[in-house]
């Protein structure tokens, strides 16, 4: 049957009002096309991170949360976040990048609620295993206090740290990642 359907093709052209058309090649797509990345970073782990999940949903590019206008994300409906932790053990300004700064300046005086919001952290869990990623929970914190709502909260399986602040209800805030040791 297959034999005599391609055998036909030509045939179906010299009906009057038939043409040959190829459909178009089915395209992959992802909700997270349109959602923007952003960042900052210390040792570049950071960007690093935020590449591979730019080329995972298909966005542009990230950008660094410092050099981003409050405008911008004043108007998003969505976004895609993370920090690494340098400073181990802080309260506040976890990440030692402008996310810091940007957190107790900007969003403070914005209006977030209702937004969705997907964080990722990068830390340390062998040399920095009391403090993995506290700085993605920092952003948990902020966020939500803001009104955000957080998804794609991950399973704490499978890491080797001590503590996280990253931990809401058993569960990582994010994607925790670890450049230097997995």
Known sequence: MKF???AALPLLSMVDGFAFVPQKAATSSTALDATPVYYST???NTETVAGYIVEASGG???EDIGDVDDDTIAGLDSMIIGAPTWHTGAE???SGTSWDEWLYSNLENMDV???KVAIFGVGDQASYADN???AAGELYDCFTAKGAKVYGMTSTDGYDHEESKAIVDG???GLMCD???Q
């Open 113 to 115: 609620s209702g937004k």
């Open 42 to 44: 210390s040792t570049g």
């Open 4 to 6: 005599s359907c391609v």
């Open 171 to 173: 569960k990582f805030v």
């Open 92 to 94: 506040e300004e976890r």
């Open 179 to 181: 450049e230097d040791n």
């Open 132 to 134: 993995f990623c506290d």
């Open 60 to 62: 542009d590019e990230a």
